[in-house]
């Protein structure tokens, strides 16, 4: 045999191996995993990602295959989850800002696997971040809230005291003071995302402080349920709560996480996937209402509305000055807009006319 023809032969032979190993590589599934803060069932913020999830599923059918695990707490846990899904999958989403760390930690072991953080900032080669600015909507619920009020008290259950939260308070005191410059927030601090005992309970002492609506930053819907029987006004949290309390519900945050897994299992899957963050809002659909409780007048749908599609074209900004911080100390001049880093990401104050003590 020649020396050309055996050259011939061993490179249709190398040729072929490598479109088999190719062929094999795309053919595979991707493996996506979530590990989640709270149970599917808490019909909120994990009963959303789920929805995300199964949304991926659908569009990408034999070419996906899905785990998640529920209920995980933010601590030594989170990594011993996260290390345990990292050893079997390609790329695994984290949908809870106390996995940050243990995400960052996990990745650095697997340098191979695709990591994407839910509302956290923590960047690696190998990890993404990604969150939306709910803070948008909040802004949109704040000023329905300041029309509804008759007590002029609005109580706010808060989760953690991280800067996703605290701009979800400014956001939403700031427009409904924009209204009715005579409100106040009542601020209780649950210090946690999923406890329908706990979130009951902080509902209940709002309401005894004169609360006639309550908005929320944790996940159940015991708050929708408390103001269903107390007779007052509440908002859903990262999804259309309705169905816990028809008469109270105004209207609901609802996130909306499907296209971008789609997008992001889709980039593993073609080989482009590269490490980015993603701070979404409603003017890339990641932020929706729900529809408007039949309560509201038409004058204040119509002002939700206009406020939506202004945040939809980019032609409002929640934090538009003048706007001082809790002590009076100036933060943002006439018709000035802030940052996004360090302002936005970072925040860690109250805006001026916010009464309650500032969290340590």
Known sequence: MSNRRLTSILKFSLLSLMLAFTTNVFAD??????????PIGDM???????????????????????????????????????????????????TSFGYMNPTIKVAARFPDVKFEHNTGYMLADNVSNYGARFYE????????????????????VASYPIPEVIRGINSAFLAARSVNPDVQFKIVWAYTWFDPGKEADAANALIAQGADVLMQHTDSTAIMTIAEEKGIYAFGQASDMSAFGPNAHLTSIIDVWGPYYLRRI??????????ES????????????????????????LEAQMTLLDLEFGDVDPFTGPINKQDGSPWLAEGETPPMFPDIITMDFYVEGIDSKYPN
Request: glycine share 10%.
């Open 29 to 38: 599934p991707v493996k996506a995993a979530w590990v989640y803060v709270g």
């Open 278 to 301: 993603t701070f979404g809002g409603v003017e890339e659909g990641m932020l929706v209402l729900s529809s408007m409780s039949d309560v509201l007048s038409d004058e204040i749908k």
């Open 137 to 156: 909507n909040r802004h949109i619920i704040g000023k329905i809230a300041g029309h509804m009020t008759e007590s002029n008290i609005i109580g706010y």
């Open 266 to 275: 889709t980039d593993v899957k073609n080989g482009t996937w590269e490490s």
């Open 44 to 94: 909120g913020w994990t009963w959303q990602h789920h929805q995300g999830l199964l949304y991926a599923k659908e569009n990408m059918g034999d070419d996906l295959e899905v785990t998640y695990v529920e209920s995980v707490p933010e601590g030594a846990d989170a990594e011993r989850v996260i290390t345990s899904l990292a050893l079997k999958n390609d790329i695994v989403f984290t």
